[in-house]
């Protein structure tokens, strides 16, 4: 199939803005509590809709004193907690337009966006981002406040505001209109510098509230609950901003925290207990791997290992019925699910707080059997796809109807087209304006309201598409084969002691890899086998590692042709990172820059 539509279920908003829903929502429930945030005993204080509104208000006249002005752009350099929000809508309510800036820019990145976006003020978290700031700000003439979080800059806004009447904000609010810029956005910069997607309060909305509406029964826990979310993802990524903009706007109880992983974020999971979560493949793998490194180290693995097998199969059996294909779990396989459900998957579910049974995925592709077995533990992933242009998802699973392994289809009111180089197209009411200042790359990416993507897939006879790779990365063997690094990538990152996986060709006589390790999964695997930790200079030269990761590759090779298929990898001693510049903020590989700064172990992989 090359083309298919999803009608829209309803038209795009004619009128207001996205602080709207603020000023609504408290006027209609004052008492619902719609966001929570930690208090100074570190215990969640519930904020109620009306408190809420009072203190977007208070913010807001606060902005209007210290000469914030309407269509102002405002950069927010923070990680993901409450005071991000409240900004978010205190600019949107006095017709300002936010920038957000990952908190780990670097000095570089930092000031070649509030240099591009013409930024007057910005918002940062902490004295280090300050000081980020404060080494360019010489040569940003337009930029004339800075405001601190920890600070103060809350307080400080507030009593400035205290003199402002509340009806100069109000008609702030109401000049907005749908097609106003809401937010600049910029993409994480995998190849050049990042690009500011220009998205107004019209694409947030329509995209916001379809999906509040096609996904709503993904929300609650179970009947009855009060949908709430634990935040996570960096506010900074238009995925954050997303879910931010659908709770507030959808009545779902919002909280957050800064940590993607570890410790702080399985407290708080624990603590709040989310009705449902959004969050991308690296977190549903890290707690896959704990719970199965917890089963080997108390002697269960083999246990663990079947409960798994069990899930997968008791998950394709839903997956087959839900599709016509097949009459579902055979009651054996219902009987043994049944069994294992306490011992096994309860456990699992209670990593999210015990409450959550959808989860959101989205931000790279997930591993079809790995979404297998979430399903059959009790928790079903949503898989989607999406981009900073398209306001985040443009495409996603129906609830009921998944197909693992897919990013579903068209989110209502997109449609989805298969170009003839198997280019993926999209076209719907969350397309963004355009790049900001760069009319050159808009109209390389924007034609005639679709946009390219750059990523290559395909369509099914039921419209669910499948991402098989960027088309800037497939690799061109000197021997003239074309090869699509994600897939293999993406199977031999599979393996529990692989950490990342780049695989490299272009005009070289085979597929090789660069592959680096798991840090804590291997101090595990080495202390199951009781051999002492090893330096990374000697993981790199272990040969009982060396034949664990090629069993990751022989799997990975199973997928392609003997032309496709990696023929040696090198396992490097350290991690890609986002400090090291080989990372983007949003875990993407900078391809290019890894084959730089590696260049010489990669002519070594074809002596």
């Known amino acids: 199939m090359r083309e298919f ?181 910029y993409t994480s910069g995998t190849v050049g510098r990042p690009r500011g997607c220009v998205l107004t309060h019209a694409h947030l909305m329509f995209e916001c509230d379809t999906l509040a509406e096609h996904w709503e029964p993904a929300f609650r826990g179970k009947p009855g609950d009060d949908p709430s979310t634990l935040l996570f993802l960096p506010l900074a990524h238009v995925y954050g901003r997303m879910v931010q903009v659908a709770s507030v706007r959808h009545g779902v109880r919002l909280a957050h925290q800064p940590a993607v992983t570890g410790e702080p974020l399985l407290a708080d999971l624990a603590a709040f ?115 900073t242009e398209t306001t985040g998802a443009a495409t996603g699973n129906p609830p009921g109807r998944i197909k693992f392994g897919t990013v579903g289809r068209p989110v209502p009111g997109t449609t989805v087209h298969i170009a003839e180089d198997g280019e993926v197209w999209l076209r719907g009411p969350h397309v963004f304006a355009g790049y900001h200042s760069d009319p050159a790359a808009t109209d390389a990416v924007l034609h005639d309201g679709w946009l390219a993507t750059g990523d290559l897939g395909t369509l099914d006879e039921d419209g669910y598409l499948t991402i098989r790779g960027r088309k800037k990365e497939v690799l061109v063997t000197s021997g003239g ?7 293999l990538e993406e199977r031999v990152r599979s393996h529990p002691l692989v950490a990342q996986c780049l695989v490299v060709g272009d005009d070289r006589p085979f597929v090789a890899a660069l592959i680096t390790v798991d840090q804590e999964a291997v101090d595990h695997w080495l202390a199951m086998r009781r051999q002492p930790p090893l330096s990374p200079a000697d993981l790199v030269r272990d040969p009982e590692l060396e034949t664990e990761i090629r069993r990751a590759v022989v799997t990975a090779n199973t997928m392609v042709s003997q032309a496709e298929s990696i023929r040696t990898f090198r396992i490097l001693a350290l ?33």
């Open 273 to 387: 207990r989310p009705t449902f979560v959004l969050a991308v493949p690296y977190v549903f793998e890290k707690v896959f791997a704990s719970a199965r490194r917890r089963a080997e180290r108390e002697g269960r693995l083999p246990a663990f290992d079947r409960a798994v097998e069990v899930a997968v199969r008791y998950a394709e059996g839903l997956e087959q019925r839900a599709h016509g294909l097949g009459p579902g779990p055979s009651a054996a396989l219902r009987v043994q699910h049944q069994l294992l459900d306490r011992s096994v998957y309860a456990k699992l579910r209670e990593a999210f707080g015990g409450r959550v049974r959808h989860a959101m995925s989205g931000g790279s592709a997930m591993d079809r059997r790995l979404g297998l077995f979430f399903e059959g533990a009790g928790i079903t992933v949503i898989e989607g796809y999406g981009l």
């Open 5 to 185: 539509t999803v009608p829209p279920l309803d038209a795009p908003p004619l009128i207001g803005g996205l602080a709207d829903a603020v000023f609504d929502r408290a006027d209609r429930a004052p008492e619902r509590v719609a966001l929570c945030r930690k208090d100074a005993t570190d215990s969640w204080e519930e904020v109620t809709a009306e408190r809420f509104r009072d203190e977007v208000l208070a913010l807001a006249k606060g902005l209007i004193a210290d000469g914030v002005r309407f269509g102002d752009r405002v950069a927010l350099m923070c990680r993901t907690r409450y005071e991000w929000t409240l900004f978010d809508f205190a600019l949107w309510t006095v017709g300002a337009q936010s920038v957000p800036i990952y908190p780990t820019s670097s000095r570089e990145q930092v000031f070649w966006i509030l240099q591009d976006a013409e930024v007057s003020a910005a918002l940062v978290e902490h004295e280090d981002h300050a000081m980020t700031i404060g080494s360019v700000i010489g040569h940003l003439p337009l930029l004339k406040r800075l405001w601190q979080l920890d600070a103060g800059a809350v307080g400080e806004l507030t009593a400035a505001g205290e003199r402002i009447a509340d009806e100069v904000v109000h008609r702030h609010r109401r000049a907005v209109t749908p097609d106003s810029t809401a937010t600049i956005v």
């Open 575 to 607: 991690p890609f990172t986002e400090e090291n510049g080989l990372l983007t903020p949003s875990l993407k590989l900078r391809r290019q820059a890894i084959e730089e700064a590696y260049a010489a172990e990669v002519d070594a992989l074809y002596r």
């Open 481 to 487: 084969k074309s090869v699509s690094p994600l897939p």
